[in-house]
């Protein structure tokens, strides 16, 4: 997998799905595949963005059958097979990234970064409006982190 053909998708877990957003974002991820040569799309887990992303991609997967969608996980390390069968369901490959191992309640800070770091692209739903009043937003986190990264950045909210 090569950060410049790999995009990731990072958001909230509560966003306002509209046909208007569905259809701005599949135009949006075959402009990349078709323009970039995308080829690879990390996904995360725990938000309505990333499951709207996995069933736009899995469309569009009837298009361009190349493309892998790949789950990273932030929990469960290690994983017995039923459950890998079960996730290939869904995704051509699932992994744990090492440099969450002991991380705790950071795993999923550390999961969006390691997404982060591995690709070129981060498609991302993050909306000031709604984001958490309580608490610091993970969506922010891994924004802020992106654009340290000098990470191509597509804020779709």
């Known amino acids: 997998m090569s950060i410049e053909n790999t995009a ?30 995308v080829d690879t799309l990390l996904f995360g887990s725990k938000s309505g963005f990333n499951r709207l992303c996995l069933d736009l991609v899995t469309e569009i997967k009837q298009k361009y059958p190349h493309i892998k969608r790949i789950y990273v996980r932030a929990e469960y390390q290690y994983i017995d097979e039923p459950y890998r069968a079960y996730l290939l369901r869904h995704y051509e490959d699932t992994y744990y990234p090492e440099k969450i191992i002991g991380s705790g309640k950071a795993s999923y800070v550390e999961r969006n970064c390691d997404m982060i770091d591995k690709s070129g692209f981060c498609i991302v739903y993050y909306d000031e409006q709604t984001a958490p009043t309580t608490r610091k937003s993970g ?15 597509i804020n779709i909210a």
Do not use: P
């Open 8 to 37: 990731c998708f990072i958001g909230h877990r509560d966003i306002n799905e509209t046909e208007e957003l569905k259809s701005k974002l599949r135009e949006i991820i075959e402009k990349l595949i078709v323009d970039e040569n």
């Open 139 to 153: 969506t922010k986190i891994a924004l802020d982190y992106a654009v340290k990264q000098g990470k191509r950045i």
